[in-house]
């Protein structure tokens, strides 16, 4: 999206303005040092699948994890076990992962499709009540060839406001915008601007550490989102910018300055959950991306490549 300087001076401005408006209500809604300090967390997709949950929860706590991030559970039965397993092993669930939002976009011009997007969202945000988390992640739009960058915004934040945000409000589940490789919200400035527009405590932004590398520098985003961040996704690539390729490592193994990023959490007063979101593995693996989550809490280099 083409922005020239006076268009550029006058949206960070109203995002300015908006930000101050919107401190004098942000003590409504969970804040993301609740607790203080850093916490470690896995998705739930890291843990063996043969596992059932009560298992896979006293494994995430055998390696160290403090907590659990869960995607969208539609089956009643199972949202039940999940929460029974939260409950014998003490292993928080901090957040839900909606699932629907890719299948079903919110910016998309089909009212059925939209509807879809809803249902599934007020699935997550029934489950995060219901397992005792705070924040539901969601993508909020899709730019593709049927839908351009400016309908994507005005359709998403529309659908959002009308019938997103009540329940989230009701609920008292904070909706979590992500930056993801879905051609929207390209630059920090605009994930905070799309967030601020909404006006309200219950929607804030969930930052994925490597999801912008392609384009920009985590450290910057943080710097920029600010309080605005409800929850943090770490994971690493290493990257071919000539060719436009990556592969996907261990923490450490990629391009992300580690300690860069962790200085920017600090400058921002960010104290909440860091979830990890990579390949997962057995016992032993685990634990060694705990170690390395320790020291990026630390401000050091998670990984050194052996001699």
């Given amino acids: 999206m083409k922005i020239d300087r006076r268009a550029f001076l006058e949206m960070t401005a109203a995002a300015s303005t908006l930000a101050a408006i919107r401190g004098a209500t942000l003590s409504a809604a969970p804040q993301a040092g609740a607790g203080g300090g850093l916490k470690k967390a896995v998705y739930v997709s890291m843990l063996p699948k043969e596992l059932g949950y009560l298992d896979k929860f006293k494994l995430a706590l055998d390696v160290g994890f403090q907590g659990i991030e869960i995607g969208t559970i539609s089956a009643p039965a199972v949202a039940d076990e999940i929460k029974e397993a939260s409950t014998k092993t003490g292993l928080k669930i901090h957040g839900v992962m909606n699932a629907d939002h890719w299948r079903y976009p919110l910016s998309s011009a089909d009212p059925?499709?939209?509807?879809?997007?809803?249902?599934?969202?007020?699935?997550?945000?029934?489950?995060?009540?219901?397992?005792?988390?705070?924040?539901?992640?969601?993508?909020?739009?899709?730019?593709?060839?049927?839908?351009?960058?400016?309908?994507?915004?005005?359709?998403?934040?529309?659908?959002?406001?009308?019938?997103?945000?009540?329940?989230?409000?009701?609920?008292?589940?904070?909706v979590g915008m992500e930056e993801v490789w879905n051609k929207f919200l390209l630059s920090p400035l605009e994930m905070a601007r799309y967030c601020d527009e909404f006006n309200s405590p219950w929607v804030k932004a969930y930052f994925d550490v490597g999801n912008m590398l392609f384009y920009g520098y985590p450290q910057d985003w943080v710097r920029t989102l600010g309080p605005r961040i409800a929850r943090v996704?770490?994971?690493?690539?290493?990257?071919?910018?000539?060719?436009s390729k990556y592969a996907w490592t261990n923490?450490?193994?990629?391009?992300?300055?580690?300690?860069?990023?962790?200085?920017?959490?600090?400058e921002v007063?960010?104290?909440?959950?860091?979830t990890t979101e990579i390949s997962g593995g057995d016992a032993a693996y685990l634990k060694d991306v705990v170690a390395r989550l320790d020291k990026i809490f630390a401000g050091q280099k998670p990984f050194t490549p052996p001699a």
Avoid: C
Wanted: hydrophobic letters at 40%.
């Fill in 269 to 274: 007063k960010y104290e909440g959950w860091v």
């Fill in 251 to 266: 923490l450490g193994e990629g391009d992300v300055d580690w300690p860069e990023v962790r200085k920017a959490l600090a």
């Fill in 112 to 174: 059925e499709v939209v509807n879809k997007s809803v249902a599934g969202m007020e699935t997550s945000l029934r489950n995060a009540k219901l397992w005792g988390a705070d924040v539901v992640l969601l993508v909020p739009g899709v730019v593709n060839p049927e839908t351009g960058y400016k309908d994507a915004w005005t359709r998403s934040q529309k659908v959002i406001k009308e019938r997103i945000l009540p329940l989230a409000q009701e609920l008292k589940v904070v």
């Fill in 233 to 243: 996704h770490v994971k690493d690539f290493k990257l071919d910018r000539k060719e």
